[in-house]
Nanobody
Framework: QLQASGGGLVQAGGSLRLSCAAS????????ISWFRRAPGKEREFVGGITWSRGTYYADSVQGRFTISRDNAKNTVFLQMNSLKPEDTAVYYC????????????????????WGQGTLVTVSS
C-alpha cells in the first residue's frame, strides 16, 4: 500500500515536499514514481527514482523538483521548488512491481500499485 501526503496551498515560487509512504512490504528494490493530474487534463509523469537512486524527470519539472528515497523508512519524497500555478494538480505516487529495474518508466501502465493522491494548489 502507498500513501501520498504533504500537499497543500502554496504561493507561486514557494516549495512543498510530498511523501509517499509504503506499508505492507518493502519497496526498496522497486522504482517509485510520481504522476499528477491537473484539472481537465490527462495524468502525466512527473519523475521517478530507481532502487539504486537513479532519477528521471519530466522536462516540465527538471531542475525544480527532486526525488529521493529513505529505504529505512520505506518512503519516497518529492521536493518541489519554484512552484508555478501550472503545477497545480493531484499528485500520485506509484510503484513498479519489477525489482531492480535500472530505468524509470514514464508510462503509467508500467506501475502496479498507486497511492490515493494529494492535492497541490499553487496560487499566482
Amino acid at each position: 500500500q502507498l500513501q501520498a501526503s504533504g500537499g497543500g496551498l502554496v504561493q507561486a515560487g514557494g516549495s512543498l515536499r510530498l511523501s509517499c509512504a509504503a506499508s505492507g512490504r518493502t519497496f526498496s528494490r522497486n522504482v517509485i514514481s510520481w504522476f499528477r493530474r491537473a484539472p481537465g487534463k490527462e495524468r502525466e509523469f512527473v519523475g521517478g527514482i530507481t532502487w539504486s537512486r537513479g532519477t528521471y524527470y519530466a522536462d516540465s519539472v527538471q531542475g525544480r523538483f527532486t526525488i529521493s528515497r529513505d529505504n529505512a523508512k520505506n518512503t519516497v519524497f518529492l521536493q518541489m521548488n519554484s512552484l508555478k500555478p501550472e503545477d497545480t494538480a493531484v499528485y500520485y505516487c506509484a510503484a513498479d512491481s519489477t525489482e531492480f529495474k535500472d530505468y524509470v518508466p514514464p508510462l503509467s501502465r508500467d506501475y502496479d500499485l498507486w497511492g490515493q493522491g494529494t492535492l497541490v494548489t499553487v496560487s499566482s
